[in-house]
């Protein structure tokens, strides 16, 4: 079970409600949820040890799930969350909910006999929605103690899971299971009798083209409000990777909240290209922290632990590295801490992406006003010539690269160059770290920096300004100037652990052998012919793809989880 798992019952009418509630009640108990809220016509049941805080509206029809901030960061008081409750879920009243506040949450309302659900724009709580028996069910969780409340006529998807497996380890907002229906970060659904309608409210897009009308954002405060906010005063499990982003999100905490944090935790193998703790080393220094490095060798990888990755409504490209999600889980859960704090997502607010595109931002931005000079820096970031050939086939790449972009946030980029449109894909993807893992199954894994105001920060700010100078994430390093190492800011590399997977997954190939080969998805006919070939100890070790064949592995579990419980589902 998840630490952020929740379900939101609302009912057509009570004695719908209560009909689907009576019959699960002892086996919510004998699973460890309780019901949180008890209205006529909504019912909210989460586990009894989650982390969070649920607020009924003030007149029984609505309700509040999660964290909510005002524009300065401060939560909303017991009484501003019953108010939002309230707040009618049209489109007005969504659009003002997302421009007035923000956080980690999901905003329900009975609306005109419907069901309005609004999730919060940065998508860090899931949310699926679905219809039965007069009841209208949202859920963050896929939990198999809500398996009496699925759809009757759920099953999977082979179409969306074909998909999935055609681009491993991708983010796929659909889902591969009929009958339920995702809600993107930023979307209003409206589901009822005969309704079921969808409305995307925040569009990274029109955060650019709006960019104009409103002063350039302060980086840096907007960093800093969003990861204290977030913070608060629990104590974390905090990530200090060696990186650029997690450094930023360790110097944007308080002196107060780093010395409430459990544990600086930085995850280190024996191959050089892999070991950053020296970088790691420089930031616990900087702040006086005591840092934790934790070896890494091997994976594990059998049945057993890949199934405890397979509850999720997706396969879970988010546990993708099965060791360290287990060491943070375990660290969470030793001294009680509340959860843990990531850098995950600073690379696409920031911009870390060299691309050409960023010399045709600048012409498309400017026109005939383009500086020479930016297209001279992003010529020598990249050594690579800016000829209009070069920018032609660079732009050519991009349209036929748009063909795998499947998410909301990427259906409207009218007016968005492409660099920019770019980062908006990669940030659709970044919604994998939303997702859940075994890391947040006691405590919820949080991502500062893809929360709505940094978010919004990096999408206002165009890709040559983020980038200036030719330098990747170049203006947040210029913010965070005073408060960083010199090695983290003068830093150009990346750690790369392709070797030290690529060796860990070399030494499961037996076990891999027979999981893929004569597995699930085999049996359906979704495994490429040519796999065999690639469970190879020197294809793995000198050509790579060890992230794909760890993706289908996961791919594998969740087909075998959900055919196991729908097949253990009363006909």
């Not at 099965?322 to 660290?331: E, L, M």
């Amino acid at each position: 079970m998840a630490a952020d798992a929740v379900v939101i019952l609302v009912g057509d009418t009570s004695a719908a409600l209560e009909a689907m509630v009576a019959p699960v009640r002892r086996r919510l108990s004998r699973a460890g949820w309780s019901r949180k809220t008890h209205d006529p016509f909504i019912a909210v049941f989460a586990p009894t040890q989650g982390r969070l805080e649920i607020t009924r509206g003030l007149d029984g029809h609505g309700v509040l799930v999660g964290e909510v901030f005002d524009g300065d960061g401060h939560a909303l008081s017991p009484t501003a969350r019953a108010v939002l409750g309230l707040r009618r879920l049209d489109t007005a009243g969504a659009r003002a909910v997302c421009s007035e506040r923000w956080g980690r949450y999901l905003l329900v309302r009975r609306i005109d006999g419907n069901v309005a659900v609004l999730r919060d724009p940065s998508g860090a709580l899931e949310c699926v929605v679905w219809r039965k028996r007069g009841v209208t069910l949202i859920s963050t969780s896929a939990a198999a103690v809500i398996d009496p409340w699925l759809p009757d006529h759920i099953a999977i998807d082979w179409d969306q899971l074909a998909d999935g497996i055609s681009r491993p380890g991708d983010y796929r907002h659909r889902l591969p299971l009929l009958g339920l229906e995702p809600v993107a970060g930023g979307a209003l659904r409206t589901h009822g009798a005969g309704v079921n309608r969808v409305e995307q409210i925040w569009k990274p897009a029109e955060i650019y083209r709006r960019r104009r009308d409103r002063p350039p954002p302060d980086l840096r405060a907007v960093v800093e409000r969003s990861v204290r906010a977030l913070a608060g005063d629990r104590r974390w499990v905090v990530e200090v990777s060696g990186g650029l982003d997690s450094a930023i999100v360790t110097a944007a905490l308080t002196a107060d909240q780093r010395g409430q944090a459990v544990a600086w935790v930085n995850h280190y193998v024996d191959h050089p290209e892999g070991d950053e703790r020296a970088y790691a080393r420089a930031v616990a220094d900087r702040h006086g922290l005591a840092l934790t490095e934790v070896r890494r060798d091997g994976l594990r990888l059998d049945a057993a632990r890949l199934t405890q990755s397979a509850e999720g409504f997706r396969p879970a490209t988010n546990d993708i590295d099965p060791d360290y999600n287990d060491d943070i889980a375990d660290r969470i859960e030793a001294p009680g801490a509340w959860g843990s704090l990531t850098g995950q997502g600073g690379d696409a607010v920031f911009f870390q992406m060299p691309s050409l595109l960023i010399g045709l931002d600048e012409l498309r931005e400017r026109g005939l006003r383009a500086r020479p000079r930016v297209l001279h820096r992003v010529s020598r970031w990249l050594r690579r010539s800016l000829w209009p050939t070069a920018l032609a086939q660079a732009w050519r790449e991009d349209r036929h690269g748009r063909a795998d972009w499947a998410h909301p946030w990427t259906d409207d980029l009218a007016g968005v160059p492409p660099a920019k449109a770019l980062q908006i894909a990669v940030l659709s993807f970044c919604q994998s770290f939303q997702g859940p893992s075994v890391r947040s199954r006691l405590g919820p894994c949080v991502n500062p920096l893809l929360s709505q105001p940094v978010m919004e920060a990096g999408l206002a700010l165009s890709t040559v300004d983020l980038t200036w100078g030719g330098r990747d994430r170049a203006m947040v390093r210029a913010a965070f100037a005073d408060a960083l190492p010199p090695s983290i800011l003068e830093r150009r590399s990346k750690g790369e652990l392709g070797a030290y997977y690529g060796g860990a997954v070399a030494g499961r190939l037996g076990f891999l052998r027979d999981y893929l080969l004569g597995g699930a998805l085999a049996e359906a006919g979704l495994i490429d012919h040519r796999l065999e070939d690639r469970l190879d100890r020197d294809i793995l070790l000198w050509r790579g793809g060890h992230s794909d064949i760890l993706s289908l592995a996961l791919t594998e579990a969740w087909l075998r989880r959900w055919r196991a419980r729908l097949a253990q589902r009363p006909v």
